[in-house]
């Protein structure tokens, strides 16, 4: 008689009712859609609508041969490159030994629970992963709920109420901004008060700052600059460089928290071994920068400065309440002031709603539940990406961008939010 057996029971109970990443799965259902000849807008997945920088390019290009491993924590000359660019921008002292490279940032995260005994601290709205992550790994999580009234930042009395039991529980805060999913960043003022809070807790803090080269006013600071000691810097080249299919990710530590790196790359070593050669090669220039690489990002904030805003415009005309962004290409719009002409259609939930706004109006997006929000809000994620990048970085470069620049070069954008605002106006 052969045995069998269920796999289901087989399965990690944390793993078992796990559903795929929130934005990758709404991509797919928006692709499926339109290969079946439905129009849709896609604004789910926070795709960064830029081309890979031409100097980028040609590096890659000319390595593209590499084909050997490299150190498991990453090309030396890419992670001099990530210091120097560290150091320059943050003014926070660092050395190629405190850079961790790896094949994406979000793999670098995961990692990072592996090896952090403690608990994990998330202020919401929050990106997709970074609590299924931890469920995945079975660290003890906390959601660190915040508000729109003060445009979703932390406050430094939140973090001390989480902290206030357990004393001596180590803690990893995961702070993101400019944010996803609602754009929004803090200013030096807050990361002060911030940083004091957490090193008098000793908290670690992981400071997601892959979208801080899209700050509209080019001025993201780091909190790295007033908690040096305990700030680990995550960035990348998925969103500022347009590169999310390369696959690369960085993590810069305080020299204290060497243990750490140490421990994370002897992990790597037993897991993803190395991230690819000729990528980590092309990279070296991304983080160099230069008069081109400065000229893409001032055309790319520009755009994106002016589609946001424009958007959130028109959404608070529509009857929604947004909170103003500051950089990256995300809104977190709230339909709780459009709620009873909502219900009178039958939508009682986030979830309802975006599945509403997609078979209706062709615009895929995601629920605020998705991001940690509770269940009987009324937020909606929407990635402001569908339109051509490489068009609409050379028309910045050659003029105004205004709404006549909407128009005609982010068309499907614009489409998308008259789309929505049409929708919610019924």
């Known amino acids: 008689?052969?045995?069998?057996?269920?796999?289901?029971?087989?399965?990690?109970?944390?793993?078992?009712?796990?559903?795929?990443?929130?934005?990758?799965?709404?991509?797919?259902?928006?692709?499926?859609?339109?290969?079946?000849?439905?129009?849709?807008?896609?604004?789910?997945?926070?795709?960064?609508?830029?081309?890979?920088?031409?100097?980028?390019?040609?590096?890659?290009?000319?390595?593209?041969?590499?084909?050997?491993?490299?150190?498991?924590?990453?090309?030396?000359?890419?992670?001099?490159?990530?210091?120097?660019?560290?150091?320059?921008?943050?003014?926070?002292?660092?050395?190629?030994?405190?850079?961790?490279?790896?094949?994406?940032?979000?793999?670098?995260?995961?990692?990072?629970?592996?090896?952090?005994?403690?608990?994990?601290?998330?202020?919401?709205?929050?990106?997709?992963?970074?609590?299924?992550?931890?469920?995945?790994?079975?660290?003890?999580?906390?959601?660190?709920?915040?508000?729109?009234?003060?445009?979703?930042?932390?406050?430094?009395?939140?973090?001390?109420?989480?902290?206030?039991?357990?004393?001596?529980?180590?803690?990893?805060?995961?702070?993101?901004?400019?944010?996803?999913?609602?754009?929004?960043?803090?200013?030096?003022?807050h990361l002060v008060e911030l940083a004091e809070v957490c090193r008098e807790h000793g908290i670690i803090v992981l400071s997601d700052e892959i979208y801080g080269e899209l700050q509209f006013d080019g001025q993201h600071v780091s909190l790295s600059r007033y908690y040096e000691e305990g700030t680990i810097v995550s960035s990348g080249l998925s969103k500022w460089c347009g590169a999310g299919g390369w696959r690369l990710g960085t993590f810069t530590f305080p020299r204290r928290l060497r243990p750490l790196l140490d421990a994370m790359a002897a992990v790597g070593s037993e897991t993803y071994s190395s991230t690819s050669a000729p990528i980590q090669y092309a990279a070296v220039r991304a983080f160099r920068g230069g008069p081109a690489i400065e000229h893409y990002l001032t055309c790319a904030r520009r755009v994106l400065s002016y589609l946001m805003r424009w958007a959130a415009a028109e959404m608070r005309k529509a009857g929604m309440s947004v909170v103003e962004p500051a950089g990256g290409f995300y809104l977190f719009p709230d339909f709780a002031p459009l709620r009873d002409k909502l219900v009178a259609r039958g939508i009682l939930t986030d979830e309802q709603l975006c599945k509403e706004m997609l078979d209706k109006a062709g615009v895929a997006a995601l629920p605020g539940t998705s991001f940690g929000m509770p269940s009987d809000t009324m937020f909606v994620r929407f990635a402001l990406v569908d339109f051509d990048g490489s068009r609409a970085l050379e028309a910045a470069a050659r003029g105004d961008v205004d709404d006549a620049f909407l128009r005609q070069h982010l068309r499907p954008t614009y489409e998308a939010i008259r789309a929505v605002c049409d929708f919610a106006g019924r």
């Open 1 to 189: 008689m052969t045995a069998t057996f269920d796999v289901v029971s087989a399965l990690d109970e944390r793993i078992a009712d796990l559903s795929p990443s929130a934005t990758l799965a709404i991509q797919e259902q928006a692709n499926a859609l339109i290969a079946e000849g439905r129009q849709v807008f896609k604004l789910g997945l926070g795709q960064s609508p830029f081309p890979v920088p031409l100097p980028v390019i040609e590096a890659l290009r000319a390595h593209a041969a590499e084909k050997d491993y490299l150190p498991v924590r990453g090309l030396r000359e890419l992670r001099a490159a990530v210091c120097r660019y560290h150091r320059m921008r943050d003014a926070v002292p660092r050395s190629p030994d405190d850079v961790l490279i790896g094949p994406g940032s979000k793999e670098l995260m995961f990692q990072l629970q592996i090896c952090f005994q403690g608990e994990i601290l998330i202020p919401t709205p929050a990106w997709v992963s970074y609590a299924p992550q931890a469920r995945i790994v079975g660290r003890r999580m906390r959601y660190l709920h915040t508000s729109a009234d003060e445009s979703f930042r932390l406050r430094p009395e939140t973090l001390i109420e989480a902290c206030a039991g357990e004393p001596g529980l180590p803690r990893l805060l995961v702070l993101n901004y400019p944010s996803n999913p609602m754009a929004g960043s803090y200013s030096s003022k």
